[in-house]
Structures are given as structure tokens and as C-alpha cells.
């Protein structure tokens, strides 16, 4: 590898001060710093030493912790395909990721792509380095949308995250809100027909003569949140309609496993609950990210999923036509499917437990971790105009953030104060 | 009365070539000693009251701070003034004295302790040279002769990593210990001792008069700072208490035996790069130009004055800190690494990591050769959660520095930045994902406090 650290040196002249390049210099830094760790060493003063870790690992041990969801859910967009066109046992393994791949990976190279251009532009302007948090935003922002989503929008919703989510505030370290998480949000509000309804989820794709390809009987292109609500409206317990309605599920029996393993459609790497699982479990181990956050959350989730329960009603009573009466499927549903539908899993391990945007300290975070779950659930079930909730709730709790650690650092200030009083 | 603090935050740096418990034969005495003004803290306007050719005893005022002219700082070795350093704009760097073979001491009233008053014994330590071993907190920095301290704290023990077992360094030196806390107790009521937990020192066994506490756990557990902080926390800006080490006690414990300020010490010699790390017998402010001669292999080293998380590095021929009680080699890691085979995306053990992220394989109980590389750039803080995990206090390191380099007076006040030095956050710098210099901002935000 010496020529190859040879021949950047060999360059670097035209990038320093007084070199022909010198504004691209952060640009030149990155890639030089990309491949070889530079031969900093420590100052006089202060430690001699230095931890082994940086932030590129720790970025990197995030991209590892993706990589089932990654893996599982571009093989699912393929899956999903070949279910809706009745054709799944016909299709192979390699014959459904590849169909996936080829949906996947221009979203994921287009986000990394846009995102990471502004990057560099405020590196070159602002004079800063390139850091390496947009390694983890650049592939959140693909995990979170449909396959289905048009190129030029997830470059747009890339560009625009990174800008006013990131560089506005100082860049990596100083922003507010999860970054990945603006982009879906600004495509939520900006281009709703493209990544919400019930006909983005599931790529049916055209047959050779340019037709959309025929669907399997029974075909529904609603995720479990979208039917979700269809139940409610229905008055049937949500369990047994989702079972009943979608076509890639087939009993009420088997909703909750197929659901856990993340075999429905929905946004490419959010329905997995099993795969975003074992990332959490890399995360926690690795300690990369904030086993409090994960475990309040899914807690705070179930507690509110089971409140819910018991406001739900009586469905035989409304059967029965005993007068004021009233049941409300959606308030039925057991609690522990908010863990394993829709984008919760996803959002609770990789987006809530984000460090920059999160509660600060441990006891922030419970509390943080804790109202992400509530919200979600409070969001999805009492509010029909948005089937999702994780979202919103992480983003409304980024802002609480810095509120909830105000009272928890306040009350170390105050419990230091008494204690040297005394 | 005596408590069992147990700490669970902290971190064992574990370092190749520990010192073992011998005085090397093979080490030349050291011709140079030197004072160097940026050790003692706080000290304004360093000036020097010899000039070159001058003949010095142990003990005579060789430095003075032109604000604070009471405190000499004084020649560590009897001999002729060489030379006077001086860098950019004539700032003062160093006084350097070449040794007689052997040394004269300047002679001070000797008296058995209990018939001292304060006021005398405060004078001959002013007089001395031993008074800078005594420092203040808040702020960390050399003791203000008009201060009415409330305790004085003294850490029997030093857990920095390689630190010189100070049961080793000053055996035999017991009564000196006592003579030294029966003196400070005339300026402040109480004296408290930090005794290791798990190996308690046995130089503190018959002393008497003093408070002892002992404290278990890893490093900074011997940090005096943190000591205070579970025994009797410092509470506002005007509550005042002060350090002394073990070795400072020795010292002072002397001048009122003997009547001489002897500045004898034995440090440690260790590090990856020390052919066999010892002991060496020296005084303070030695030139390091012998021990590097004898036990140092290698060019590509540094030389460390201190242990690797508070000291500085030194020349080959540079001259130990005031306050230092060893000195470190290790490999000057000046090198690129490809980030495939052995860098940020490598599977690596053989560096040492206080995180568990991706490919960082190395146990942390193994003994690692580390070298002075920074394993990365500096980065806008990002990870969060970790400092608490090796500050074992009610401290959140991270607002505290923010509000430190955000000149925020009142949050700096009531986060605790009177309780912490730099040695007390030092191993949040090691850790640091992002390579902050912590201990700076420490010094900074103890500056802004202190002048402002």
C-alpha cells in the first residue's frame, strides 16, 4: 500500500496552503484520511496516549449493526414482488434479492450521493472536514422509504436533510434533529403520494409488454398500519382483519411471527423486527448505542399499547346492541404488535438512539426512550391522519431532548449544592 | 472513623514495562537539574534572582513569581548557575543549575515540630523551596501563603498507569511522613489520607492525626481530586483546602528534622521502551540525559516526564517536571496507516480501547505497547455517555466542558469545576472518540474562573 500512500502525498502540495487546489483541501483530507489514519501524534502537554477508537469506527459499528436489516430488507422487496405476482415459490433466493438489489441500490448510491455533495461543499466553504456521520445517514435515509421511491426525490430529501438538519446548526455534533429522519420527514410532507397510502409498499413492476404485472387474488398493497386503521373503521379486531385482508399472511395464527420476521411489505429495511433485533443487540454489546433508550422505549410502547387496551370496549356488547356500548378494534390490538409492525423496531434501535440528537444524559435518556414509545403508539392509534408514529415521535423527542437533560443536569446542580451546604 | 469509598467508574490503562522494584547501579548521576516556571501553576510572572556563573546551595532561591514574592522556588542541588533559558519575548523556560558532586545544603533552624508556630514554620517553608509542593483547590495551583485552608488532603497512592509504588520509593521515610503532618496541622485542623483499598500502604500505618479513608477501584482512584470529592467536597470558590503528595510530605518532614531541603526522590523509569524499567535515585528537575543514555533503546522515542495521561513530553536531554515522580519512553507513533490492513477498518489488538466498537478486538486487562499516535482526528463531540463512565464523580463531564468553552461562569460554578484538575478528567481525553484536548479546557476554564 506505500505507492498508493506515496502518490497521495505526492499530491497533497496541490491541496495545502498556497497549492493550486488548496480550497478543495477538506475534500483531499477526507479521501487521504479515508484510506490511511494520519500520522498525527499527541501534543506535549496532556495525554501521551490515545484510545484506539474514533469516529469512523464508531460510525462503522453502526453500518455493521444495519447490515442484516440491510440485507433482509432488499431480499424482502423482492419477496414482497414475487408474493404479490404469485409467483414466490417459483423465484429464487438469488432471483428475489436481486430484484431487490436492483431497486435498493441505485437509492442507496443516489442518497450517499446527494447528501454527501453538500457535505463536501460546506467542508469546502465553511472550512471544516468532512466527518463521518453521513457514512450512517446516508444509508438511514434509503431504509426508511419504500423501494418504489423516485431517484430524484430521496437525492432531493438527502440534500435537503443534510443542509437544514445538519450544516445550518455547525454540522455533525450540533444538530437538533435526527438527520435521517428529516429527510422521511420531508418527504412525508413534500411528496406524501409517493411514501404513504397503499400503493408505494410493494413493487409490482410491468411485465414485458409494458403492462403492470397481474396480482395474486386478494391482493392488497396496504402495510399492517394502513389495515390497521381499516380495522378500526371496520369494527374488527385488527389481528383477525389484517390476517384476513392482506395476502401475505395467511392466519391470524401466523400474523405475529411473520411480522416479527419482517416477511410484509413497508419501507425496505424498517420490517424486520428480528433483523434491527440482532443490530440492536451489536449496538448494545459494542455499546455504540444506549441500551437505555432501546429498553424504555419498547417499554414505554407496551405500557401505553396495554393502556390502550383497557379503554378499548366490548365488541360482543356492541354485537349484542347493548345500548352505549363501544369498541375500538385499533385500542384492542394486542400491545406487543407496536413492536413488531410498521417502523418502530427500526426507528427505537438505529434513529432514537442516534447520541447527537438524543437525551444526553442516563436519566434523560429513560425518560427519552420512554416518551418515544408512548408517543408512537399514541400517534398511530389515536390519530388517523398519520399510520406511523415512530417518526414523528422521535423527531418531536429530539427537540424535548435538551429539555429533559436541562432538568436532570439541574438537579445534579442542585443535589451539589445541598450536599456542600450540609 | 475511617470509610471504604468503592468506585466503579474509571479505567486501568494497562502499559508494557513496569517498573520492578530494584534502584538501577548502571544510571550516571545526572550533571543538570533545572526549574522549569510552567510547572507551578498559577504562577504569573516568573523571574529569575540568580544569574549565569552564580554558585547555588540546596535550598537557595533561585526563582521567584514577581506577584507572589514570598514563595522561592529554590535549587533542588548545591552548584553553578549554566544557564537561563529563555524562549519568544524573553519568557523565562528554565534555570538550570550543574551539580557539585557532592551537595551542600543552606542551612534551616531545625526545632522539634510541637515547639514550631505557624508563622515560623510557615516562613521556613516559604523560605525553602518546599511551599510549591503544597497546592490549592479550587483551581489546582500553588498554595497561597495567606490562605486558611479547612482540610489537607494526601493521596498515599498513585494509580496512574506505570505510577511508582510510593511503598517502594519511600520506605524508611516514615518519621519524615509524621514530622510533615504534624507541620501541616498547624495550618489546617484536619489532614486526611487516601489509603489504597486493596493494597493499603504501609508507610501510613503508625502515622498519627490524620484521617484515613480508603478507596477502592480503578484509576483515577488514587487522584486526590476525586478523594476530596468522596470525602469532604469542595463546596464554593472560597472554600479552600489543599494537596500535598507523599513525597511533598517527606520533604518538609525533613526540612524540620534536618534542617535541609533535600530534594532527593526516587522515580520510576518505565514504559514500552525502557530496557529494563527501575528505579532510579535522583533529585528534582534531573536532566534525563543519563537515564536516556542507559535505559532507553531506540530512536523513535519519547520521553516522557510524568506518567502518560498528565505528563509532558521532554527532549532526550530535558529535565524532569517539578512535580514529577517518573519518567515514561514509549514509540512516537508518527505513522499512516491503511485503513484495511491495520486502520480504522481493520480487526485490531494490538491497541488498546476503553470502547467496544467495530474491530477493536484487544482485551483491556492485557499490557499494550502503545505508541503516541492519536488514532484519529479531532471530531465535534458526538458520543455521548461515555466520560461519566471514568469520572467516579457527580460530575457530567461534558456539560461542564461545554460551559467552560462556551465562558459560561455560572454553569461552570454549579457543574463542579472547583472539585476537578486535570488529572481528574484526563482519562476522558484518552477515551475521547473525538480527540479533544480535555485537560486544556480543564486548565482554561480553571484560569477563567481564577482571573476573572
Known amino acids: 500500500m506505500k505507492f498508493l500512500h506515496d502518490l497521495l502525498e505526492k499530491q497533497k502540495p496541490l491541496f495545502e496552503k498556497g497549492g493550486k487546489l488548496e480550497k478543495l483541501y477538506y475534500v483531499f483530507e477526507a479521501g487521504e484520511t479515508f484510506m490511511f489514519t494520519p500520522p498525527e501524534v499527541t501534543k506535549a502537554k496532556g495525554v501521551q496516549v490515545r484510545d484506539a477508537v474514533d469516529l469512523k469506527r464508531v460510525m462503522m459499528t453502526v453500518v455493521i449493526a444495519l447490515l442484516p436489516a440491510i440485507i433482509f430488507g432488499i431480499w424482502n422487496v423482492g419477496f414482497q414482488h414475487h408474493i404479490a405476482t404469485g409467483d414466490a415459490e417459483v423465484a429464487s433466493f438469488g432471483a428475489q434479492l436481486l430484484y431487490g438489489l436492483k431497486l435498493a ?94 400503493k408505494v409498499w410493494i413493487e409490482i413492476g410491468e411485465s414485458a409488454a409494458g403492462q403492470a404485472m397481474a396480482t395474486v387474488d386478494g391482493y392488497t398493497g396496504a402495510t399492517f398500519l394502513g389495515l390497521a386503521v381499516e380495522a378500526q373503521k371496520a369494527g374488527q379486531p385488527v389481528v383477525d382483519f389484517v390476517a384476513n385482508a392482506a395476502h401475505w399472511v395467511q392466519s391470524p395464527a401466523e400474523l405475529a ?84 409492525v410498521g417502523g418502530f423496531a427500526f426507528g427505537i434501535v438505529f434513529m432514537a438512539t442516534d447520541p447527537v440528537s438524543a437525551s444526553q444524559t442516563s436519566t434523560g435518556k429513560w425518560i427519552y426512550g420512554a416518551l418515544i414509545g ?23 423527542m429530539n427537540v424535548m431532548a435538551p429539555l429533559i437533560d436541562h432538568y436532570v443536569v439541574n438537579a445534579n446542580k442542585k443535589r451539589r449544592l445541598k450536599r456542600a451546604t450540609v | 472513623m475511617s470509610n471504604n469509598v468503592k468506585l466503579k467508574q474509571g479505567f486501568d490503562i494497562k502499559l508494557v514495562g513496569k517498573a520492578s522494584e530494584s534502584i538501577a547501579k548502571n544510571v550516571e548521576a545526572p550533571k543538570r537539574y533545572a526549574l522549569k516556571p510552567e510547572d507551578f501553576l498559577g504562577m504569573n510572572r516568573p523571574k529569575s534572582v540568580v544569574k549565569v556563573g552564580a554558585k547555588v546551595k540546596a535550598g537557595d ?16 542541588v548545591s552548584g553553578e548557575i549554566v544557564e537561563i533559558q529563555r524562549g519568544e519575548r524573553r519568557k523565562l523556560l528554565a534555570i538550570v543549575v550543574e551539580a557539585d558532586s557532592t551537595i551542600e545544603y543552606k542551612e534551616f533552624p531545625v526545632k522539634p515540630v510541637d515547639q514550631v508556630s505557624v508563622e515560623d514554620a510557615k516562613a521556613t517553608m516559604l ?20 490562605d486558611q ?21 519511600l520506605q524508611g521515610q516514615e518519621a519524615y511522613i509524621q514530622a510533615g503532618v504534624d507541620v501541616l496541622k498547624k495550618f489546617a485542623p484536619k489532614v486526611y489520607v487516601g489509603l489504597n483499598g486493596a493494597t493499603p500502604s504501609k508507610l501510613f500505618d503508625n502515622v498519627v492525626g490524620v484521617e484515613k479513608n480508603k478507596f477502592n477501584g480503578p484509576h483515577p482512584a488514587g487522584n486526590v481530586g476525586v478523594q476530596i470529592h468522596h470525602t469532604s467536597p469542595i463546596a464554593n470558590a472560597n472554600d479552600v483546602v489543599w494537596t500535598i503528595s507523599p513525597q511533598g510530605l517527606v520533604q518538609i518532614g525533613k526540612l524540620f528534622k534536618e534542617g535541609k531541603y533535600d530534594a532527593k526522590q526516587v522515580i520510576a523509569v518505565a514504559g514500552p521502551k525502557v530496557d529494563t524499567p527501575e528505579y532510579v535515585e535522583t533529585y528534582v528537575g534531573a536532566s534525563v540525559d543519563t537515564i536516556v543514555a542507559s535505559k532507553i533503546k531506540g530512536d523513535n ?33 508518527k505513522k499512516s496507516r491503511f485503513f484495511l490492513t491495520d486502520g480504522w477498518l481493520a480487526p485490531i489488538t494490538s491497541r488498546l480501547s476503553f470502547h467496544k466498537a467495530f474491530g477493536l478486538l484487544g482485551s483491556t486487562s492485557k499490557e499494550y505497547a502503545l505508541d503516541t499516535n492519536t488514532n484519529g482526528q479531532d471530531r465535534p463531540f458526538a458520543v455521548t455517555g461515555a466520560f461519566e463512565k471514568v469520572v467516579p464523580m457527580d460530575i457530567y463531564p461534558m456539560y461542564l466542558l461545554k460551559s467552560i468553552l462556551a465562558y459560561d461562569y455560572e454553569n461552570m460554578e454549579a457543574l463542579g469545576i472547583y472539585e476537578v484538575a486535570e488529572e481528574d478528567l484526563a482519562l476522558c481525553e484518552f477515551i475521547d472518540v473525538s480527540k479533544h484536548d480535555i485537560q486544556k479546557i480543564v486548565r482554561q476554564g480553571l484560569d477563567t474562573m481564577r482571573l476573572d
Open chain 2, 127 to 146: 523560605e525553602s523551596g518546599v511551599w510549591p509542593l503544597l497546592i490549592r483547590r479550587p483551581y489546582a495551583i500553588v498554595a497561597d501563603p495567606s
Open chain 2, 61 to 76: 532561591p533561585i526563582l521567584i513569581d514577581g506577584k507572589q514574592e514570598e514563595i522561592k522556588y529554590t535549587s533542588p
Open chain 1, 105 to 198: 441500490l441505485p437509492l442507496i448510491i443516489v442518497s450517499y450521493a446527494a447528501g454527501g455533495a453538500v457535505e463536501a461543499a460546506f467542508a469546502v466553504f465553511r472550512n471544516h472536514p468532512i466527518t463521518e456521520g453521513f457514512l450512517v445517514t446516508g444509508i438511514l435515509i434509503p431504509l426508511v422509504v419504500p423501494a418504489s421511491l423516485p431517484l430524484w426525490q430521496i437525492a432531493f430529501a438527502s440534500a435537503f436533510a443534510v443542509l437544514v438538519a445538519k450544516e445550518v446548526f455547525g454540522g455533525v455534533g450540533m444538530n437538533i434533529l435526527n438527520v435521517a429522519l428529516t429527510a422521511r420527514a420531508f418527504l412525508y410532507f413534500a411528496y406524501p403520494a409517493q411514501i404513504s397510502g397503499d
Open chain 1, 257 to 340: 411471527m411473520t411480522s416479527f420476521i419482517g416477511l410484509i411489505p413497508g419501507s425496505i429495511g424498517e420490517t424486520s423486527a428480528l433483523m434491527c433485533l440482532i443490530g440492536a443487540l451489536v449496538l448494545i454489546w459494542t455499546k455504540v448505542a444506549d441500551y437505555r433508550i432501546i429498553l424504555s422505549g419498547i417499554l414505554g410502547a407496551l405500557a401505553m399499547g396495554v393502556l390502550l387496551n383497557v379503554f378499548a370496549g366490548d365488541m360482543e356488547a356492541v354485537k349484542n346492541g347493548v345500548e352505549g356500548a363501544h369498541y375500538y378494534a385499533y385500542l384492542d390490538m394486542p400491545a406487543y404488535y407496536h413492536l413488531i
Open chain 1, 374 to 396: 408512548v408517543m408512537t403508539v399514541i400517534i398511530r392509534v389515536l390519530n388517523p391522519a398519520y399510520p406511523e408514529g415512530i417518526m414523528l415521535a422521535i423527531l418531536l
Open chain 2, 301 to 333: 522515542v519519547r520521553v516522557v516526564s510524568g506518567n502518560v495521561l498528565t505528563g509532558t513530553a521532554i527532549s532526550k536531554d530535558g529535565f524532569l517536571g517539578f512535580y514529577s515522580n517518573m519518567v515514561t519512553a514509549l514509540e512516537e507513533g
Open chain 2, 149 to 169: 485552608p479547612r482540610a489537607i488532603f494526601v493521596s498515599s497512592f498513585d494509580s496512574h498507569p506505570l505510577a511508582p509504588n510510593n511503598d517502594f520509593t
